[in-house]
């Protein structure tokens, strides 16, 4: 009974803080946004933060997560720093379009002229929601459905900013955009930003998305993001997670797929308390492929939760999904993968493998790799494992002369290639590697800087 | 270099090896041939401290050390290669990151300076030239998608690589076409010196013809049953092994 | 050929159900409904001790807190349990036991089941309790087992006959709390089989229990209890069906296996209770809980598993892995066809050292149905060096069903290795093509492949029992296979 007033209590308390800050919300966004914020309290008011009665939160309790205090900011603070002076790449070779957000909130740095030349819309969600209000209200909230998730009706009703991506029909972008998400304050906080990636038909985009904690205070991050790739169109996306151990990280991105378009994720989990994926891809048109990779390295008492969704709604689609996980220490992973191949789905392909290495007898694993599978004329497959560095490799290493320790990173090395070979921007490639690498060797223990530059 | 005392191990509480002595000097090449179950490929695998197999009894000293209580990357590392009945595949690990790796920790042990990237890929091309595999495969991971033959190749050329003082073939030739055959046993020949010695295991008097041993020995259900000089072999080529089966009641 | 594959689907899906007739018996009947009243009604004219009446009110009591779970992957209509009458006894029934005495009307009705009661007429090396409704109304060669010390009787009997030991093991495996349907049973529950292999005993013919629902309106809650002391070994076979009615019925069993130190129970089941007709009307509700407990050290329990029957099938027999070296496995073929609907796997929980366990799973779904498999496999901090290799095939017979495969893999040490495979797909064009090709009909082919899609189960069973499942795999997608 205890534990139910408390949740209970938890749930309301969540609620005061919108009610409290209502006119501050409303005031902020168009009729639109607020519209569905609206709708978005009511639904969490029902539903609530989810528990581990939910089918889909079963193995983490997030309560803990979501008791502490925070502060929350409701207005963009003015910063008296250069907001290009947080972030300096070393990767020489790598040329991107930078993005910006901090503390959830899109700070302007530099200009993208020759983008904007070809009809491509970057930066500031709350803005674009004005400037471009037919093609914003086309696509927001379309996707993250507020009745799916507590934590999904939760962020609609607070995000007042982030990221807006437009690439116009026939614009191939020629740079990877690179999105450097990083939380840093003097309080603890809570940051809830919305993304929204438009791709029109034919197009083509890199996004490349680093999250970084630079202050040691507590931070909950619950974001949402919306994708969605137009006909024929084709988009690689990395994410790159590496906040430190007082971070938990709530991220819900919902892709939609229409005909033809290729879509393919990658999400490499480095380091943070407590990380927690939501990944939903609608296949809504004929002929689409989906790829979804992910890698998750913990220790101490880390926690990496990959959720991912793949809903073949349409004939002729494609869906390769491979999740990998080292867990150290006391870390526990979970990994819930589900596809679902509709009625109508015919000729689908849809493989989901998941593996994992436990390297203590303290480190933990859930996998649930589910299929749900209404069409007959289908080829599904998943294949989930749990275990250790094979024996054999070790020995074979070893007789050639490279001790255990050697050998052992290099077999953990390998067991995360297989999923950092997929990531397509080469320099980029080169330096998750190298951070990998790093990772496992034990020298990225507290990462206080951004990925791309923490030599 | 080599003194095999009395050498007894088990798996599972199941005795394979009952009591083995051997001696192997400098310049030596020794056969061990013996039929399937006898214990050769349990032997290089306590040689080089694959840690299945319980030692149950027996001394082996290796250049004056204790070899039994060494790690098996300090066997290595001392000197010891394994060729591979079965070479293992490593995905994700390329055979250029293994060989730079291996080569540069057994330089270390040996109080050397790493081999710089330039130099290595030099060692690296002469020693591929010595058993006729395509350079590509040290692009490939470890052994992933070799063919049989160039398995068996790729175990020769990594013996060719880190040079070892005694080198122990487990059934290197099972599985090789009369060409590839010629092609280890070249690559065996070409690394012989005065200093080093080598251990043949094999099943056939096959690879005999182009690797001569000074000594051949018959293992049988887990002991030395006869040893003898190279005629050895061609005597139980014409014998078969039933010669020996029957012959076990006179050791 | 396109056409030629639907129409024969369409064959498969509309197939009639062969055990459906009715024995048209006077039974002894209790009122419908269910309270404490009906509970001690039945603990009466059971006779039962004082012990076995509280265990059955403190699992009612606990069961009125308890809610219907609805985890599972299917469409269950309400029951309304004071609508089902829980006690139904064939009335010609005079003594237990002996031959003689049982209803020719009775033995007539096992005969055309193809489970002749008759001793004489039965195949050697089985010996089978029958039970029929709520009563076993006839075990035979219990005499001749009761020489090398093997119990097996009803379990009305071991109540009577053996206390201490159905005492001691009852609940033990599946506690009275366990879960709704089990809480159920444990409440109601009212004849099923009870055996008992002693220390060092090889039970040297296979055991089985035939369980028949005749009466209308009536549960059927049977409850067996197996325990296979140190180094023991026994074979059990249990087989199931009911006639055709337009109502469903309740099925809800408990099955306890207990395996000590160096024993080895291998429990084989053929399920074919009446699935209802093409449209989904009547047909049985099986919500079965089965577990075995590997309680001793090197252990061995083996589930094999036919389910062609039943309109709702809710069951996962599991395995208990607590004594070190102690082995699990489940080999379940899972065919659903017309409105059928399935959710059915195992669990696998390690808790002991070095504990190996084994799961094949094949669901062959056709018409409307939905055929899901789930499983558990859960390894413990302490079951260090545990493996577990599960693999889980669906093969879909038309577009209108559904085969869903729901693993859940729960790993704690980092020793033990699981794996996991699954795949779900039709017959293919390919091998389709390649049959006919060597002249095999389209209907031949479907047969051919269904067989040896299954073989891997249907081996594991029984030889005497192999040929009734191949029959049943055959009748439950008739049309296309013989």
Same mark, same amino acid.
């Given at each position: 009974m205890y534990i139910e007033t408390e949740k209970i209590s938890l749930n309301e308390s969540l609620v005061d803080l919108f009610n409290s800050n209502r006119s501050l919300l409303l005031r902020a966004s168009t009729d639109h946004v607020n519209a569905l914020r609206m709708q978005a309290i009511d639904q969490f008011k029902k539903i609530g933060i989810p528990t581990k009665k939910d089918e889909n939160y079963k193995y983490y309790d997030l309560d803990p997560v979501f008791s502490r205090k925070y502060d929350v900011h409701f207005s963009r603070k003015k910063i008296d720093f250069n907001i290009s002076d947080l972030f300096k790449c070393d990767i020489p070779e790598l040329d991107t379009d930078l993005l910006i957000l901090l503390n959830g909130w899109y700070y302007e740095n530099g200009n993208h002229d020759d983008l904007m030349k070809q009809g491509v819309v970057m930066g500031s969600l709350a803005l674009a929601a004005v400037e471009y209000p037919q093609l914003f209200e086309q696509h927001y909230g379309r996707y993250a459905d507020i009745k799916s998730d507590g934590l999904v009706a939760f962020n609609t009703a607070f995000a007042l900013d982030g990221i807006f991506i437009y690439v116009p029909d026939n614009v191939m972008l020629e740079r990877p955009v690179q999105i450097i998400n990083i939380v840093m304050d003097k309080v603890d906080s809570m940051v809830q930003h919305r993304n929204l990636i438009v791709l029109g038909k034919n197009s083509k985009a890199s996004i490349v998305i680093c999250d970084h904690s630079l202050s040691a205070n507590q931070f909950l991050t619950n974001s949402v993001t919306e994708i969605v790739a137009s006909e024929n169109s084709s988009l690689d996306y990395t994410r790159v997670q590496n906040e430190h151990n007082g971070a938990a990280q709530i991220s819900s991105t919902f892709i939609h797929q229409l005909a033809d378009s290729r879509v393919s994720t990658n999400t490499i989990?480095?380091? $943070? $308390?407590f990380i927690r994926n939501n990944l939903n891809v609608m296949l809504a048109g004929k002929g689409c492929e989906n790829n979804m990779y992910g890698l998750s390295l913990s220790d101490k008492f880390q926690h990496v939760d990959n959720s991912t969704l793949i809903d073949h709604a349409m004939p002729n689609c494609t869906s390769n999904q491979k999740f990998k996980g080292v867990m150290d220490d006391m870390a526990s992973g979970v990994f819930y993968g589900k596809i679902f191949v509709r009625k109508d789905a015919q000729h689908t392909h849809a493989y989901q493998g998941n593996n994992n290495i436990l390297l203590t007898d303290d480190a933990k694993i859930n996998t649930r790799p589910h299929l749900e599978i209404y069409a007959d004329d289908v080829k599904c497959s998943h294949g989930a494992t749990v275990g250790q560095l094979d024996e054999n490799a070790m020995f074979y290493l070893q007789s050639r002369g490279i001790g255990s320790k050697e050998a052992r990173l290099m077999l953990m090395t390998a067991f995360a290639h297989e999923i950092i070979d997929q990531i397509k921007v080469d320099p980029l490639k080169d330096r998750i590697y190298d951070l990998v690498n790093k990772r496992l060797r034990g020298e990225l223990s507290r990462c206080n800087s951004c990925a791309m530059n923490c030599n | 270099m080599l003194k095999i005392r009395n050498l007894s191990a088990s798996i599972d509480g199941k005795m394979i090896l009952k009591g083995i002595n051997l001696d192997v000097n400098a310049g030596e090449v020794h056969a061990i041939m013996g039929p399937n179950g006898s214990g050769k490929s349990t032997l290089a695998a306590v040689l080089t401290g694959r840690n299945l197999y319980e030692i149950t009894e027996g001394q082996v000293t290796y250049l004056g050390k204790d070899l039994l209580t060494m790690a098996p990357e300090d066997r290595a590392r001392a000197g010891i290669f394994l060729g591979f009945q079965y070479p293992i595949e490593i995905p994700g690990v390329s055979m250029a990151n293994f060989m730079r790796t291996a080569v540069n920790e057994i330089r270390k042990f040996k109080g050397q300076q790493p081999m710089n990237a330039s130099d290595f890929m030099k060692l690296i091309r002469e020693k591929i030239a010595l058993v006729e595999i395509d350079t590509k495969l040290i692009n490939r991971s470890v052994n992933e998608g070799f063919s049989g033959g160039e398995k068996k190749k790729n175990e020769i050329f990594q013996m060719a690589m880190l040079e070892p003082m005694l080198s122990i073939l487990d059934e290197t030739d099972s599985g090789l076409d009369i060409d590839a055959l010629k092609i280890v046993a070249n690559g065996v020949n070409m690394l012989k010196r005065p200093d080093n010695a080598s251990i043949v295991i094999t099943h056939y008097q096959r690879l005999l013809d182009y690797i001569v041993p000074d000594f051949v020995h018959i293992l049988y259900d887990g002991r030395i049953v006869k040893s003898a000089g190279k005629e050895l072999a061609v005597e139980l080529e014409a014998k078969g092994y039933d010669w020996i089966k029957n012959h076990d009641g006179d050791e | 050929m396109e056409n030629d594959q639907d129409n024969i689907i369409r064959e498969v899906t509309q197939t009639d159900y062969k055990y459906g007739f009715f024995t048209d018996i006077d039974t002894d009947n209790i009122p419908y409904g269910l309270n404490e009243d009906i509970i001690r009604l039945i603990s009466g004219k059971k006779n039962e001790p004082d012990w076995m009446l509280e265990f059955r009110l403190k699992s009612y009591r606990h069961w009125l807190g308890m809610e219907m779970p609805q985890w599972a992957h299917l469409k269950i209509p309400e029951i309304n349990y004071q609508d089902i009458i829980y006690y139904s006894a064939p009335k010609q029934r005079i003594k237990p036991g002996k031959f003689e005495d049982v209803d020719p009307q009775l033995l007539e009705t096992f005969n055309k089941l193809g489970i002749p009661l008759d001793e004489q007429k039965l195949l050697t090396g089985m010996a089978v309790d029958a039970v029929i409704d709520s009563v076993s109304v006839k075990t035979t060669f219990k005499k001749n087992l009761a020489e090398l010390g093997i119990i097996f009787c009803s379990m009305g009997e071991a109540i009577q006959e053996h206390p201490d030991l159905v005492k001691k093991y009852l609940g033990s495996v599946v506690p009275y709390r366990d879960n709704y349907f089990a809480t159920l049973n444990s409440a109601v529950f009212t004849d099923g089989s009870f055996c008992y292999i002693p220390k060092g005993v090889r039970c040297p013919m296979e055991l089985s229990t035939y369980f028949r629902i005749n009466a209308a309106n009536t549960g059927q809650f049977e409850r067996t209890l197996l325990i296979a002391d140190d180094e023991s070994y026994v074979s059990y076979l249990e087989g199931c069906t009911a006639p055709m009615r337009d109502e469903h019925q309740l099925h809800a069993a408990v099955v306890e296996l207990v395996a000590l130190n160096d024993a080895s129970i291998k429990y084989s089941t053929v399920q074919n209770w009446y699935p209802g007709d093409k449209e989904g009307k009547g047909g049985i509700f099986n919500f079965v809980t089965k577990r075995g407990m590997c309680k001793g050290k090197n252990s061995r329990i083996s589930w094999t598993q036919i389910e062609t029957g039943s309109a709702i099938t809710w069951k996962y027999p599991s395995c208990v892995l607590r004594g070190d070296n102690s082995t699990g496995e489940f080999y379940s073929v899972a065919v659903t066809n017309h409105h059928q609907q399935a959710d059915t796997g195992t669990k696998m929980i390690h808790l002991g050292k070095n504990s190996k366990s084994t799961i094949i799973s094949k669901g062959i779904s056709a018409g409307k149905s939905n055929n899901s498999y789930r499983g558990l496999v859960r390894v413990t901090q302490n079951a260090v060096n545990s493996r577990n290799y599960s693999q889980c095939d669906s093969l879909l017979l038309g577009d209108k069903c559904g085969a869903h495969t729901f693993p859940y893999i729960e790993v704690a040490n980092k020793t033990s290795i699981v794996e996991h495979e699954a795949t779900t797909s039709k017959i293919s064009e390919d091998q389709m093509f390649y049959c006919n090709q060597r002249g095999i009909s389209t209907e031949d082919a479907i047969g051919l492949i269904v067989n040896g899609y299954a073989k891997e189960v249907l081996n594991k069973l029984p030889v005497e029992f192999a040929v009734e499942a191949q029959k049943l795999l055959q009748i439950s997608l008739e049309g296309s296979v013989g």
């Open positions: 989990s480095l380091h $943070g $308390g | - | -």
